[in-house]
């Protein structure tokens, strides 16, 4: 019997380091974060539209039906568009009334931490050091183009682990989640874009893309946009309203998650 109490000890301390690691793999899994507009009192059918800028180029068919149809998207642009871009960006300062710019990072990295880590086979940042440069720089740069500072943040893929979320709340910034993946990074073709938007309800955060204008995205959603404006939908952008993350027991059954 003596010598069983190490084993068991030894057994022990195996299950408990295992464990450990196990749970630091959950805890650092980065996550999509999934918001709703806050409900109003009063009846209202409002909804957000926010568009990612990331790398790439300018979709002027698509913020054109914005301004000819008035309506109001939030643009989440990195510090490359804005430098590759030009022109688009003296398009949206152009029409402020309709866009308000806010933070996509610097470089368009994903809100993980730690060396090799990556998100849809993009690096994320080896440390916190290098994720508040990416938020600061980003931050700064929209400042300096449009000439309001940022108080939203969305990083590369939309994903971030426990670590970044709470460096980015440190700095200030307030992570914009959504509800509605429209486009799957401006991949899916016209109809499917049609057929997403068909299922919007009041309170959602629509996501899509403004940065790739050989794909479908402009297309499906002028058509998909149209309906929701014959529809009754009030588009609101995010520095008009307050949002708040989805509970997890809703959250589950979200439509047009990303799938990994």
Avoid at 37 to 64: M, R
Avoid at 71 to 84: D, E, G, H, R, V
Avoid at 121 to 146: K, N, T
Avoid at 153 to 179: C, P, V, W
């Amino acid at each position: 019997m003596g010598a069983q109490l190490p084993m068991k000890q030894f057994l022990l301390s195996i299950f408990v380091i295992s464990f450990a690691t196990l749970s630091a793999g959950i805890e650092q899994r980065p996550v999509e974060i999934h918001d709703l507009l806050v409900a109003q009192a009063e009846p209202n059918k409002k909804i957000a539209l926010t568009l990612d800028a990331c790398s790439g180029k300018y979709d002027g068919d698509l913020i054109n039906f914005l301004i000819a149809n008035r309506i109001p998207a939030t643009i989440f642009a990195t510090q490359t568009w804005l430098k590759q871009n030009p022109y688009g960006l003296s398009v949206i300062k152009a029409h402020l009334d309709l866009f308000d710019v806010e933070d996509h990072g610097a470089k368009h990295i994903p809100a993980v931490i730690g060396v090799g880590r990556k998100v849809y086979g993009i690096l994320g940042e080896p440390d916190v050091i290098h994720l508040q440069r990416e938020v600061l720089e980003g931050a700064s740069a929209i400042e300096v183009a449009i000439g309001v500072a940022p108080h939203w943040y969305r990083d590369a893929t939309a994903e971030y682990d426990t670590q970044s979320i709470d460096a980015i709340a440190k700095l200030g910034y307030k992570i914009a989640g959504f509800s509605v993946n429209a486009d799957e990074g401006a991949t899916l073709k016209k109809i499917a874009i049609e057929k997403r938007l068909e299922h919007i309800k009041a309170g959602d955060i629509i996501i899509a893309h403004m940065n790739k204008p050989a794909s479908d995205t402009a297309e499906g959603l002028a058509v998909g946009l149209a309906y929701l404006l014959k529809a009754g939908f009030i588009f609101v952008r995010l520095d008009q309203v307050e949002i708040e993350e989805i509970p997890m027991r809703l959250d589950k059954n979200l439509k047009f998650r990303r799938k990994r």
